[in-house]
């Protein structure tokens, strides 16, 4: 079965630096993969999907790659800031229907 | 924006008693799925409904059940509650697909304590 692993459980940087993220999935390749963010207590918050055609994505200050070769997943934070400290999860379609396998996240914090 | 109402938002309940979650979905978006949250888990899926029809399941125990209202509303109905019940539930709800690519919208969770 898929499985999908986020090398670390925390990460910590500094302020205006970039923060990079990684998703690795063990199996076959999706046709999409996605990120979220979630704080605590709270439900997660969608911010980017990237198809298996493509290679990059940007929004805002965030990018996404994709690489199937590698089966893997970068997901970047430039210029960080403070308030982006927050645990990001990495996701993958788990069935036909569209539910989703998640990543165990990684703990982002972006110290002053 | 209108997002997804979970109610409610805490709940505790003792061993073997039944709890119902309810979950009001996005307007016009057409699946509803529920995913529980173990302290410091990653959500895990566990049922999802497509137009009132449950359509997939996952880790859901059978001592759980849940439906899908004409309205949209779907309800987590759980059963002889478990110590091990005790994580927060979300649920999440789509809008109709568009080339098979879409995000989930999260609701705010349940937590549900057993004690």
């Known amino acids: 079965s898929q499985k999908i692993e986020q090398n670390s459980e925390a990460l910590n940087i500094q302020e205006g630096k970039t923060a990079t993220l990684t998703c690795n999935y063990t199996?076959?390749?999706?046709?999409?993969l996605q990120w979220y963010r979630q704080d605590p207590g709270r439900g997660p918050v969608f911010l980017l999907l990237?198809?298996?055609?493509?290679k990059e994505k940007r929004k805002e200050r965030l990018k996404v790659t994709f690489d199937t070769t590698l089966k893997q997943s970068l997901f970047h934070i430039t210029a960080s800031q403070p308030a982006d400290s927050a645990t990001y999860l990495c996701?993958?379609?788990?069935?036909?229907?569209?539910?989703?396998?998640f990543g165990k996240g990684t703990k982002l914090s972006v110290k002053p | 924006a209108a997002g997804v109402i979970q109610s409610p938002r805490h709940l505790i309940k003792e061993k073997r008693e039944t709890a119902t979650l309810k979950c009001y979905p996005i307007?016009?978006?057409?699946?509803v799925y529920w995913y529980q949250q173990g302290p410091g888990q990653d959500p895990q899926f566990l049922i999802s409904?497509?137009?009132?029809?449950?359509?997939d399941k996952g880790s859901i125990p059978d001592r759980f059940s849940a439906q899908q209202f004409s309205d949209y509303h779907s309800e987590l109905n759980m059963s002889s509650l478990e110590l091990g019940d005790s994580a927060l539930y979300f649920c999440?709800?789509?809008?109709?697909?568009?080339?098979?690519?879409?995000?989930?919208?999260f609701g705010p969770g349940t937590r549900l304590t057993v004690l």
């Open positions: 999440a709800s789509s809008p109709p697909q568009r080339g098979g690519y879409n995000e989930q919208f």
């Open positions: 199996n076959y390749s999706p046709a999409y």
């Open positions: 990237i198809r298996e055609n493509e």
């Open positions: 996701a993958l379609r788990r069935g036909s229907q569209g539910n989703l396998i």
């Open positions: 307007p016009r978006h057409d699946t």
């Open positions: 409904f497509y137009e009132k029809m449950q359509s």
